[in-house]
């Protein structure tokens, strides 16, 4: 079953977050991952949401989401964005 990660991000070195990017979708796409939404604005039809864009990743499974994001080789990634960016991520399963 199909799972969804999405990200959120605030962004306050944006050339330093680009190196990131750079490196982090591919190393997705290792886990099955692909990028289904980039940069999206949500509209709001009822209730409020948060303004930034959205990024959104396929996966085949959550547990692919999981070893991904659990990854000892995600470690160094991870770091790349640190003082550069503050992310929210949410992953859920589809139907």
């Given at each position: 079953m199909a799972a969804y990660f999405v990200?959120?991000?605030t962004v306050t070195d944006e050339p330093q977050f680009q190196k990131y990017r750079e490196v982090v979708v591919p190393f997705i796409a290792k886990f099955g991952g692909k990028i289904v939404?980039?940069?999206a604005h949500v509209a709001v039809l009822e209730g409020a949401?948060?303004?930034r864009p959205v990024v959104m990743f396929e996966f085949p499974t959550m547990?692919?989401?999981h070893a991904f994001w659990d990854s000892p080789d995600y470690v160094p990634i991870k770091?790349?964005?640190e003082g550069i960016a503050?992310?929210?991520v949410w992953a859920f399963p589809g139907v």
């Open positions: 990200v959120q991000a939404a980039k940069g949401h948060d303004p547990e692919a989401i770091k790349m964005r503050t992310i929210d």
